[in-house]
């Protein structure tokens, strides 16, 4: 059974208003338990009101959202509880830190969860470790740390309640490459441990291409291309015509085969796989005789 699945979804700002607009059109997608999503797509093609769909933030003009098969919007359901299991961490979720402390930063969602103390210091203490913040921040200010800095916590805040799926809206907007490899790392290895199922929003197409394992692309409300990466980033002349990207390894190889190098029928996506083929594909040469 999918952990999320969406049927017929759909979803109009503005409803009989001269400013009416369709922002999600009928999408259907199921995302399997344990899988990195990736999702992209140009600005207003629909993917930041779809992710927040998926906790409730926001209520279908039409459709359903279902959580572990429970429609979240039916008669008697708890969106409250939702909102525990499918955990949504902004754009620039700094801005939300308000508590005294770091650590009560962090702990304010699992108090909220109606957690035991202890069982919200095992959750802080977690949470901590996955974003890589040390012990001797939880007594400072939210206020005193670096950017990069208050950007872990407050994705720490969001894993503290240790969500079955944790949907990250450009986490590393604003950061230098440095703080992002950081934070990315974090949550590839937060999601190797933990197994759970993780939705990344990014318009890296470099850190889409090395981190996840299915790639999502909207275009005008609607879903455009649900599969696996390297399948997406084949098409890359359709994804250039949405004003849309590709990993730049993917287009020089493309750029390769248009002028007759046949180095690979799927393009790498990252330069180590990229680096491999080009080794194979000379190594293939030099045994036909022809390098």
């Excluded at 650590?103 to 035991?116: E, S, T, V």
């Excluded at 790639?215 to 002349?237: C, K, S, T, W």
């Excluded at 007759?260 to 790498?268: C, D, L, T, V």
């Amino acid at each position: 059974m999918s952990v999320v699945k969406v049927e017929s979804l759909s979803h109009v700002y503005g409803k009989g208003t001269p400013f009416e607009k369709t922002a999600v059109d009928g999408v259907d997608l199921e995302i399997q338990q344990g899988e990195f999503v990736g999702v992209i797509g140009h600005t207003g093609s629909g993917k930041s009101t779809l992710i927040q769909h998926l906790n409730g933030l926001l209520k279908p003009t039409q459709g359903r959202v279902l959580i572990n098969g429970k429609d979240i919007w039916a008669k008697g359901a708890d969106i409250r509880r939702t909102r525990f299991e499918v955990g949504l961490v902004f754009q620039y979720p700094e801005y939300q830190l308000f508590e005294e402390t770091v650590y009560k930063d962090i702990a304010f969602g699992p108090r909220n969860m109606g957690l035991r103390e202890e069982e919200i210091r095992d959750a802080v203490a977690d949470a901590v470790r996955f974003v890589g913040l040390k012990a001797k921040h939880m007594e400072r200010s939210p206020f005193e740390l670096s950017g990069g800095q208050k950007r872990r916590v407050a994705i720490a805040g969001v894993i503290a309640m240790r969500p079955q799926v944790l949907i990250l809206d450009e986490p590393t907007a604003g950061l230098d490459p440095k703080g992002r490899d950081m934070i990315l790392e974090q949550i590839k290895r937060y999601h190797e441990q933990t197994g759970s199922t993780v939705l990344l929003v990014s318009h890296s197409m470099e850190d889409i291409a090395r981190y996840t394992t299915k790639l999502l692309v909207m275009n005008h409300g609607r879903i455009f291309a649900y599969d696996e990466p390297q399948n997406v980033f084949a098409r890359a002349d359709e994804l250039i015509a949405l004003g849309l990207d590709v990993p730049q390894v993917t287009h020089v190889f493309s750029l390769l085969r248009q002028r007759g190098y046949e180095i690979a029928s799927k393009p790498p996506l990252t330069v180590e796989e990229a680096s491999e083929e080009i080794l194979r594909y000379l190594m293939r040469r030099k045994g036909n005789g022809t390098c």
